[in-house]
C-alpha cells in the first residue's frame, strides 16, 4: 500500500522555521521526484520545490534561499526545510511522489505562520 505521511507542521511565528517531513512507503522511493506543494485558504495549490531521485533540487523562485528541500533514500524521506517564515507561508504543505504516469500524494500538514 502506497503511503506518503507528512510531519511536522504547526504554527511558528514570523521569522522562525520549520522541518516538514514526509516518509514513503509501498513503492521504489529513491526512483521518484518528489516535490512539496502548498495549499492556502482560498488559493489553488502551489508548487514549492522538487528534488530527483539524484538530489538535483527546483525551486519556485519565491522560495529560493528560505525554503530547502532534500531527501535521503535510505530512509524514504523527503524533507523541507523553512526558515525566515511569512505569515503568507501560511497554508497546508503536501508532499507528492512521482514518476512516468504515476503520482502520489500525502494527506498533508498545516503550517500557520502568525504572530
Known amino acids: 500500500q502506497v503511503q506518503l505521511v507528512e510531519s511536522g507542521g504547526g504554527a511558528v511565528q514570523p521569522g522562525g522555521s520549520l522541518r516538514l517531513s514526509c516518509a514513503a512507503s509501498g513503492f521504489a522511493f529513491d526512483t521518484y521526484y518528489m516535490t512539496w506543494y502548498r495549499q492556502a485558504p482560498g488559493k489553488e495549490r502551489e508548487l514549492v520545490a522538487g528534488?530527483?531521485?539524484?538530489?538535483?533540487?527546483n525551486y519556485v523562485d519565491s522560495m529560493k534561499g528560505r525554503f530547502t528541500i532534500s531527501r535521503d533514500n535510505a530512509k524514504d524521506t523527503v524533507y523541507l526545510q523553512m526558515t525566515n517564515l511569512k505569515p503568507e507561508d501560511t497554508a497546508v504543505y503536501y508532499c507528492?511522489?512521482?514518476?512516468?504516469?504515476?503520482?502520489?500524494w500525502g494527506q498533508g500538514t498545516q503550517v500557520t505562520v502568525s504572530s
Open positions: 507528492n511522489a512521482m514518476k512516468f504516469t504515476f503520482s502520489y
Open positions: 528534488i530527483s531521485s539524484a538530489g538535483s533540487t
